[in-house]
């Protein structure tokens, strides 16, 4: 019983301390709340479209025309500029007021009309994938549909079945599994909620063991008050309390976010919550392990912002797992958003059971025994060395009491 008060005594503590420290409070709280709603509505648009292009048209032809109106018409590129050459293109590639352009050469009618293979060249602005996809792809598409239109004209077949045939021997229907319009917000978005998580808790906790230990709290409390003298309360009591925080902030970021902005969610509601059981534990006493080596509240911040785009990568989200070294992959498997992120991604947007992510499951349980185990070793060091500080200072006040009594009695 003594022993339940201690958890529950520790667990208040922290629930105070959570809401009079604004740092605290704003990584908890206002962070998880409002992030997700702002990064969501940045990706709303899923799609970038009419992304303004360059024409260089040297031909001045009715075919060249063509393809620059139907380039025009197509909902991903608009045909802003008309340009005489190519500097004047990559003059306004420079300035950003284009991302690209397309360049005519001379011959291009003229190869057309003699049966010869003509060329379109297309330069674009590689800084951001989605308008480089944008542009480079519709022309592929019109450049296609174009020689169909060549081909069918010079077959000299009596019937439109075997002008299909001809200008399509191989018919093929494109479908993009899981991402249907082809969204980045679908793509990025389910990943970046579950780091979120852990990273807002990391932050949290780091900030509240820095004040804690700039304020010289645990060694005052220790020696007076017996409730932070044993480890098991203070760990249970403490991370009970970030469990029911984040139990609430979990089911926003989850469950209500991606509803708000329309985001896929295929995932099966039991399976996920068997997935988030393990996932925020090992995220807990992940930060309360970080938090024993951070000494000021300002290092925890440096050292989660410096490395949150590092796991969104290591997490095999934005780059390919297989395409990682094994070293990182390494490296990668000390964080919980690792494996949170990509039994998340699977089951919200492919539809995964519980059973098809078993893998990364098992790993969640695994990393969660092992930072319970490494929290308890540094918080029993750090129990030890201040019940040493204690004893310390009560035999040096002891002392000087002598002292001062032994001074009293030869006056």
Request: hydrophobic fraction near 45%; aromatic fraction near 12%; charge should be positive.
């Amino acid at each position: 019983m003594n022993r339940i008060k201690d958890i529950c005594y520790i667990w208040m503590q922290e629930m105070k301390g959570l809401v009079q420290d604004e740092g605290v409070a704003i990584f908890f709280i206002i962070v998880p709340l409002l992030y997700p709603l702002l990064y969501s509505w940045a990706y709303n648009n899923e799609v970038v479209q009419q992304v303004p292009v360059a024409v260089v048209d040297m031909s001045h032809s009715a075919s060249s025309r063509q393809f620059s109106r139907m380039y025009d018409a197509s909902p991903d590129v608009k045909v802003a500029y008309q340009c005489n050459d190519i500097l004047e293109a990559r003059d306004l590639v420079q300035k950003q007021v284009v991302h690209g352009f397309i360049v005519f050469p001379a011959d291009f009618d003229t190869r057309l009309n003699r049966m010869e293979q003509a060329h379109v060249a297309v330069y674009c602005d590689m800084s951001l994938m989605l308008t480089y996809k944008a542009i480079f792809q519709t022309a592929t598409t019109i450049s296609q549909a174009m020689n169909s239109n060549i081909q069918v004209k010079l077959s000299g077949h009596p019937t439109h079945r075997e002008e299909v045939i001809q200008s399509q021997p191989l018919a093929f229907e494109e479908v993009q599994l899981f991402n249907p319009t082809g969204g980045y917000g679908s793509f990025i978005i389910p990943a970046v909620l579950m780091l979120i998580i852990q990273q807002t808790l990391v932050l949290g906790i780091g900030l509240s063991a820095g004040t804690a230990r700039e304020n010289n709290r645990y060694k005052d409390l220790i020696p007076a008050n017996r409730h932070y003298r044993r480890l098991g309360p203070i760990v249970f009591g403490k991370s009970m309390c970030y469990f029911m925080v984040y139990v609430v902030m979990s089911a926003w970021l989850i469950l209500v976010v991606p509803k708000i902005f329309s985001f896929t969610s295929l995932f099966p509601p039991r399976d996920l919550l068997h997935l988030m059981l393990p996932y925020l534990l090992a995220c807990i006493f992940f930060g309360m392990f970080v938090s024993c080596i951070v000494r000021y509240r300002e290092n925890i911040m440096l050292l989660v912002v410096f490395a949150s785009v590092p796991m969104l990568f290591l997490s095999g989200v934005s780059w390919p797992q297989s395409a990682i070294p094994g070293y990182w992959q390494g490296i990668s498997w000390l964080f919980p958003s690792t494996f949170g992120v990509r039994a998340f991604v699977r089951m919200n947007s492919m539809g995964a059971t519980l059973a098809d992510v078993r893998e990364e499951y098992i790993c969640l349980w695994i990393q969660m025994v092992a930072y319970f185990f490494a929290t308890c070793a540094v918080y029993r060091f750090q129990l030890v060395r201040m019940r040493r500080h204690a004893l310390q200072t009560i035999e040096s006040i002891e002392q000087q009491i002598k002292q001062i009594k032994a001074s009293r009695k030869t006056s």
